[in-house]
């Protein structure tokens, strides 16, 4: 066993004992691989490094009281995996290779998944590269598809508390017919530029309009919008945004609550008539939303007195513990690892 304070963990890399690796090679996939290394040791001219050719996933995994590991809908990830890869032309991880990747890098790190009430849960991060040597732009011929895990913390060290946020009038982090719909690195790359704005300002995070028209609300930089009024559940329809597999879940459970969703645009202005606004992804689950700034029209938007709203807070209550395994998996979400 090892000697991890579980209740103040950082959201951020630990080393655990193993990783995952496979490789593609001659137009197929090869065997898995355990590793002990932190380190790869790939070409000075693989795609991955000059052309962004990669993509990658975030899951968890939770320690029920029952001390059994329930992995999150892992099969959204396998999905939307192919869809990214597809996007960028990387190869294909089928779904068994995904999961037996995923299931193998929690089992040989069993001991790094933390104990149910610590708050904190094993991240599990898939990810694919082009590794072949290429100078000229194409896809390589060659790729690694490798898990690592590591325990986390919450998101926010402040924990289930509303944050501000700042919209975003000079930076896109995509294009209209880009790639904002995919999990793909590069994304990231465009984004931090935004992000430390935002965040010298004061602001959590940044919000980013559609790069078409910038008129729609797009997404939080790492996470999804919704905005609850009149008992609906709002979040927007775009092309520019990344399908959350939270988002899905919280529209789902917004149903059971009885709520109406609509998937729609979202007008900049209609902020002003949300009840309650969050953002939503794997790291955070939610994070409540208190106040967006728009320093293109020097507006204020404000949630709420502060506190997380009760809609907000009955999702986020209601998702974790399906994670936890407190309540009963009605929908089939949950896989335990053995
Ligand atoms: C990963 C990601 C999300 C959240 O997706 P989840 O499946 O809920 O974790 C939202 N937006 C972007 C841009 C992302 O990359």
């Not at 997380?308 to 309540?327: E, H, M, R, S, Y």
Request: aromatic content about 10%.
């Amino acid at each position: 066993m090892n000697n991890i304070d579980w209740t103040n963990l950082p959201f951020g890399y630990l080393k655990t004992n193993y990783n995952i690796r496979c490789y593609y090679k001659n137009n197929k996939w090869g065997e898995i691989e355990v590793s002990t290394s932190e380190r790869l040791d790939i070409h000075m001219a693989a795609t991955c490094l000059h052309y962004g050719q990669e993509a990658f996933e975030g899951l968890k995994a939770f320690r029920g009281k029952d001390n059994k590991i329930r992995l999150f809908r892992w099969r959204e990830n396998a999905k939307r995996m192919l869809t990214s890869s597809r996007g960028i032309l990387l190869a294909e991880v089928p779904e068994d290779l995904f999961g037996k990747a995923i299931y193998m890098a929690i089992q040989k790190n069993k001991d790094f998944v933390p104990p149910h009430g610590s708050g904190a849960a094993l991240y599990i991060r898939p990810l694919i590269l082009g590794v072949g040597a290429e100078v000229g732009v194409k896809a390589s011929a060659e790729y690694l598809f490798l898990v690592f895990v590591t325990p986390v913390g919450p998101y926010f060290k402040e924990g289930f508390k509303p944050v501000d946020m700042m919209i975003s009038r000079n930076h896109d982090r995509t294009a209209p017919q880009g790639t904002g719909n995919i999990k793909v690195g590069g994304n990231y790359a465009g984004s931090l530029l935004a992000m430390k704005e935002a965040h010298e300002n004061g602001y959590a995070n940044v919000l980013f309009l559609d790069p078409k028209e910038k008129k729609y609300i797009d997404e939080c930089g790492p996470a999804n919008f919704f905005g609850i009024k009149n008992n609906t559940y709002i979040t927007p329809e775009s092309p520019s945004i990344l399908p959350s597999i939270t988002n899905k879940s919280l529209i789902q459970l917004a149903k059971d609550l009885g709520l109406k969703v609509e998937r729609r645009d979202i007008p900049v202005e209609e902020l002003e008539t949300f009840e309650e606004a969050g953002a939503c992804g794997t790291a955070a689950v939610i994070s409540p939303i208190k106040k967006i700034v728009d320093p293109g029209t020097d507006k204020i938007y404000t949630f709420g007195n502060g506190e997380p709203g009760p809609v907000t807070t009955k999702l986020f209550n209601n998702l974790q513990a399906i994670q936890l395994g407190d309540t009963p998996d009605k929908h089939g979400w949950v896989d335990i690892v053995d």
